[in-house]
């Protein structure tokens, strides 16, 4: 893989979409990491802000959720529901069936931030050299990787 690169405000990252070999749909193992998950939770966990399980709910696609448990909060949050292998339920025939009430999480992957490093990304197919966008495009990924960041926040300090 060609590795993360901003360059003169360029990013090399298209998404390969339907082409990915590796989707971050499924199979799916999740993001390795040596950060230590405090709270030990799986990082292969899809987790859904209040406002993604409610449009979920609303348009009928509940089905695709399910409640994890937070043992250090001692409270329960929605996700989406994977196969066995850490594929997204609702990866059907190699496309996200609930495209339009996409989650927050899958809206901002592969960026996300690190409050050392700032901008961060999980390094996938689609980082290649050949290809370079304005970072500015990536407005509506960083937006969502910024209310994930939130979300946690107030997870941990019992506002949501
Ligand atoms: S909700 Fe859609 S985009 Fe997110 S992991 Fe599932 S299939 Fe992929
Ligand atoms: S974000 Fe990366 S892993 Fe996910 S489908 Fe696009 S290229 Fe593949």
């Known amino acids: 893989m060609a590795g993360v690169k901003i360059k003169n405000g360029k990013i090399n990252f298209c998404c390969k979409m339907n082409e990915c070999s590796n989707s971050c749909c499924g199979p799916f ?9 405090i709270d ?29 448990y937070s043992e250090a909060m001692q409270k329960q949050y929605k996700k989406m529901a994977l196969y066995p292998d850490g594929t ?33 990304a999980i390094e996938c197919e689609g980082f290649n050299d050949e290809v370079w966008a304005d970072i500015e495009k990536f407005e509506g990924c960083f937006e969502a990787a910024k209310q994930m960041y939130e979300f946690w926040i107030d997870f941990y300090t019992n506002k949501n």
């Open 29 to 37: 193992s999740g993001v390795t990491s040596e950060i230590s998950n």
């Open 88 to 120: 997204c339920k609702a990866f059907i025939d190699g496309r996200c069936s609930i495209n339009k009430n996409k989650p927050t999480l899958c809206k901002a992957f592969p960026f996300y931030f690190d409050m050392f490093s700032g901008l961060c």
């Open 40 to 68: 030990k939770r799986p990082f292969d966990e899809i987790v859904l802000t209040k406002e993604d399980y409610d449009r979920l709910f609303n348009a009928g696609l509940a089905h695709f959720t399910e409640t994890g």
